[in-house]
């Protein structure tokens, strides 16, 4: 099984990224390749832009890696109640090239913040969003106090609760 992990965050320190790599770890026997959005880093969507720019080959990259997957797992950043500008554009030059731009892969949702929130509001943007383009969500977790959950030094989740939820949910998503 190929897992495709990823934070919809360009921040080089992202939370989303260690959640994202820590929540596709606790895959059993599954072949894990985390992606930086950095590496897909496009201007700014427009109408013009993609006259002038046609159909960008980061694009295409970005869609030939989610085809490869069997899962996937994106931890999603929340800027504004939303989702951020670096995940929406390259989501944006991707759905130009193919509508289909999750293909209806098997999807696991996280979030998580600094805040009380924990990505919350990010997971309902994207919830009434991927589905649109081909986002196949079978579940979704967020988790609020990154700072006082998630230990650096192991990169684990330390808060009890917490993990065992996200354990349980992915055991639920492996059967």
Not at 38 to 56: I, M, Q, R, T
Not at 96 to 124: C, Y
């Amino acid at each position: 099984m190929k897992i495709i992990a990823f934070a919809g965050s360009s921040s080089k320190n992202s939370i989303n990224k260690k959640f994202a790599i820590y929540t596709s770890s606790l895959f059993k026997d599954a072949d894990v390749e985390i992606l930086d959005l950095n590496d897909y880093e496009l201007p700014l969507f427009s109408v013009d832009k993609e006259a002038e720019l046609g159909k960008p080959e980061l694009a295409k990259k970005f869609l030939d890696k989610l085809a490869s997957a069997d899962i996937l797992v994106l931890s999603l950043a929340e800027h504004n109640a939303g989702l951020t500008a670096a995940f929406k554009n390259i989501y944006d030059w991707a759905s130009r090239q193919d509508k289909n731009v999750f293909q209806e892969k098997p999807m696991l949702l996280t979030a998580t913040s600094p805040g009380r929130g924990g990505g919350r509001n990010a997971i309902e943007a994207a919830k009434i969003s991927l589905p649109k383009y081909g986002g196949n969500i079978k579940e979704t977790f967020f988790m609020p106090s990154f700072n006082e959950n998630f230990d650096l030094e192991t990169g684990k989740i330390s808060n009890e609760e917490y993990d065992n939820h996200l354990k349980e949910i992915i055991k639920n998503f492996s059967a």
